[in-house]
C-alpha cells in the first residue's frame, strides 16, 4: 500500500470516476499498474452494469439538438431509473455527449450507434458503462428520432426536460411552430391525419365501440351509426390535424393551418418513459416483510 501515492489515485480517479477507496483496492491488486487497474475496473463495471440492464429505467430526459445547417432535428430519450439520477451532472454530461455525437454517427440504428466510436476514443457503449458505474443504476438510450427538413421550416418546442417536439411546415413560420408544437406536447396526437391511421388501429377501435354498442340492445342499423360516430370521434382526438387547437377552442389545428396558409409535413413527440410499465414500490410492505422475516 505505501508504494501507492496520491498521484496515482487521483490519476485513476480521473480516468474511471471511481470513489478514492476503489481506486486504492484496485491499484493495489494491479501491483501500482494504473492501465491494469483501470482495465480491471472497467471489466468490474461490466459486470455490474449487466446485473443492472434488467432493472427498470423509466426515467430519464429528452434531448433535442439541431443537425447541420438545420436539414434535420435529433430528439433522443435517455433512462435512468430514478429522477434524482436524472437531475445528476454526470448523467447530463452523458446526454449531452452522446446527443452531440449522434449528429455525426447516428444512421438509424441504436445499436450500431452504441458501438460507434467517440471522438475520446471511447465507444458511446463504453462510455455509458463508466456512467453505470458512476451513478449506480441502469441507463439506457431508448429511442432516437430524425426529422430531415428537406429544405422546409423546422420548429422544435422542448418542455422542460420530459418532452420534446419538433415538426417539419411547409412554410417558414416560427410562431406558427412553436404554437403547434406547445399543442403536441399537451395533446399528444397519434398521427398527422387520418390517413396516417394504420388500419389495424382502426378496426381494433371499431371492434370494442361495436361489442360495446351491442349492449344497448338496439337495432343493427342504429348500432353502426352509433360505431361510426365514434371512430369520428376517435380520428377527431387522435389526430394532430383533426384536434381542436389547445389555445382556441373555436378552431382546429387543420383550420390553423389553412389561417396561415400553411401546411405540417411530419411531426415527431417524445416523452419521458411512454409506454414503460414502471415497477410500483411500496416501501413500507418492504420493510415490514423484512420484519417478518
Known amino acids: 500500500m505505501s508504494n501507492i501515492t496520491a498521484q496515482m489515485v487521483k490519476e485513476l480517479r480521473d480516468r474511471t470516476g471511481a470513489g478514492m477507496m476503489e481506486c486504492k483496492r484496485a491499484l493495489t491488486a494491479s501491483t501500482g499498474d494504473i492501465d491494469k487497474a483501470a482495465e480491471a475496473m472497467r471489466k468490474a463495471g461490466q459486470a455490474k452494469a ?10 430519464g430526459v429528452i434531448s433535442l439538438s439541431m443537425g447541420k445547417d438545420n436539414k434535420f432535428v435529433r430528439i433522443i430519450e435517455v433512462n435512468s431509473e430514478t429522477d434524482f439520477v436524472a437531475k445528476d451532472e454526470n448523467f447530463l ?33 463504453e462510455i455509458r458503462l463508466e ?19 428537406d429544405g422546409k ?9 420530459k418532452i420534446g417536439v419538433a415538426i417539419i411546415l411547409e412554410k417558414d413560420n416560427k410562431e406558427l411552430a412553436k404554437d ?4 403536441i406536447a399537451a395533446m399528444k396526437p397519434a398521427a398527422l391525419n387520418a390517413d396516417d391511421i394504420s388500419p389495424e ?33 376517435y380520428i377527431s382526438e387522435v389526430t394532430l390535424t383533426e384536434q381542436t387547437f389547445v389555445k382556441d377552442n373555436e378552431i382546429t389545428i387543420n383550420g390553423l393551418l389553412k389561417k396561415h396558409d400553411n401546411n405540417i409535413l411530419s411531426f415527431s413527440r417524445l416523452e419521458v418513459g411512454e409506454g414503460i410499465e ?6 413500507a410492505e418492504e420493510v415490514m416483510a423484512q420484519i417478518k422475516k
Request: charged share 35%.
Open 93 to 125: 454530461s452523458f446526454v449531452k455527449t452522446i446527443s452531440d455525437a449522434s449528429l455525426e454517427n447516428y444512421k438509424g440504428n441504436i445499436e450500431e450507434f452504441n458501438n460507434s466510436q467517440h471522438s475520446s476514443g471511447k465507444t458511446i457503449e
Open 278 to 283: 414502471k415497477k410500483n414500490e411500496n416501501f
Open 153 to 161: 421550416y423546422i420548429g422544435h418546442y422542448m418542455h422542460g426536460s
Open 131 to 149: 456512467l453505470v458505474g458512476k451513478v449506480g443504476e441502469n441507463v439506457k438510450i431508448r429511442r432516437i428520432q430524425t426529422l430531415e427538413s
Open 50 to 59: 449487466d446485473k443492472k440492464s434488467t432493472r427498470i429505467a423509466a426515467e
Open 201 to 233: 388501429d382502426l378496426e381494433k377501435e371499431r371492434e370494442i365501440y361495436m361489442a360495446q354498442a351491442k349492449e344497448s340492445g338496439k337495432p343493427e342499423n342504429i348500432i353502426e351509426k352509433m360505431v361510426e360516430g365514434k371512430i369520428r370521434k
Open 180 to 183: 403547434i408544437c406547445m399543442h
